[in-house]
Nanobody, 116 residues
Framework: QVQLVESGGGLVQAGGSLRLSCAAS????????MAWYRQAPGKQRDVVAG???????NYADSVKGRFTISRDYAKDTVYLQMNSLKPEDTAVYFC??????????WGKGTLVTVSS
């Protein structure tokens, strides 16, 4: 089993920055891909950014150039640096991981609120 715990959410003004962290524990040696998703009120959960084992990253078009995903293997942590935040970035942000057996894990989420 893998446990994922997000932190770093909060309230920020438009144009500001936040850095989300996702700490992994448990059978982390099996982790392969990790990602951040978000879900705004009344909307579906969508991928924001992903990072594969080996470092290849991908981003939703809406966050390209503003968000950066990174992974620290020594700390078993994945980060999401969010700059130039917009009100439409307001959502609950979830950490996601898939292991080598393609079993998928989710964190409980952290709320990001961007005020205009």
């Amino acid at each position: 089993q893998v446990q994922l715990v997000e932190s770093g959410g909060g309230l920020v003004q438009a144009g500001g920055s936040l850095r989300l962290s996702c700490a992994a524990s448990g059978s982390i040696f099996r982790l392969r891909d990790m990602a951040w998703y978000r879900q705004a009120p009344g909307k579906q959960r969508d991928v924001v950014a992903g990072i594969k084992d080996g470092g290849v990253t991908n981003y939703a078009d809406s966050v390209k150039g503003r968000f950066t995903i990174s992974r620290d293997y020594a700390k078993d942590t994945v980060y999401l640096q969010m700059n130039s935040l917009k009100p439409e970035d307001t959502a609950v942000y979830f950490c996601y991981a898939a292991d080598t057996y393609d079993i998928r894990f989710w964190g409980k989420g952290t709320l990001v609120t961007v005020s205009s």
